[in-house]
């Protein structure tokens, strides 16, 4: 059990750039969630994977917004046309499918500078 | 909408004392999970306890034990025996157990005192 992780664990791009980031959840985690943090604020919530489907989204999930999880084990969240309000911690969290579902393990997150 | 509140920005505690952090969550259901975690400075969130709201017995893990109070919606974490290593931003969480989103406080953070 290597943890979630998350890659990359910065990026600093210009604002109208298109990004991506990746997330590679607990092995064997069929449940995935992202989330974004701003400065000094709790994580929010952004979308929900179980296995290969994406069952939940948030309003704060824009059309900009991307997720994916094609074979329901790394997901990617993109982002196109960045924003400087965009800037934030992205984090990624897994659970398992059964026993101990309600609980989310959190990686380490990508931090996105938007110029 | 379910909401979480942590009313204290920021506490202080000295090491070898006992703190308590406070969490008020708003609710129409019956059947959800409640979590503290830690989150250091540049570091990953950490899970710290969890409570399940059909439990009436607070839980507990070492040094850190929570008092649930339903009827209240209050959560409260109590560190005993503080140590620098707990300095970090904790966060009070809320899942309900038939939705996938988890709610989150705007956390406080802990600064421990040698």
């Known amino acids: 059990d290597t943890g979630v992780s998350q890659d990359p664990r910065h990026k600093i791009t210009k604002r109208g750039q298109n990004v991506t980031f990746r997330c590679d959840p607990i092995?064997?985690?069929?449940?995935l969630y992202w989330y974004r943090q701003t400065l000094g604020q709790g994580p929010e919530f952004l979308t929900y994977f179980q296995n290969e489907a994406q069952l939940e989204k948030s309003r704060l999930l824009s059309d900009r917004f991307s997720a994916e999880r094609p074979k329901g084990s790394f997901s990617t969240l993109e982002i196109q046309r960045t924003e400087q309000g965009d800037s934030a911690m992205y984090l990624c969290?897994?659970?398992?499918?059964?026993?101990?579902?309600?609980?989310?393990?959190f990686g380490p997150g990508t931090r996105l500078l938007v110029l | 909408a379910q909401t979480v509140t942590q009313s204290q920005p920021e506490m202080s505690v000295q090491e070898a004392e006992t703190v308590t952090l406070s969490c008020t969550y708003d609710t129409s259901e019956s059947d959800y999970y409640l979590f503290w975690y830690k989150q250091p400075p540049s570091r990953q969130m950490i899970l710290v306890i969890r409570q399940e709201a059909y439990k009436q017995q607070n839980a507990t893990e070492n040094r850190f034990s929570v008092n649930f109070q339903k009827a209240a919606k209050s959560f409260s974490l109590k560190i005993s025996d503080s140590q620098l290593g707990d300095a970090a931003m904790y966060f009070c969480a809320y899942r309900s157990a038939i939705s996938n989103d988890m709610r989150f406080g705007a956390g406080t953070r802990l600064t421990v005192k040698p």
């Open positions: 969290a897994s659970s398992p499918g059964t026993g101990g579902w309600e609980t989310q393990y």
């Open positions: 092995s064997e985690h069929n449940r």
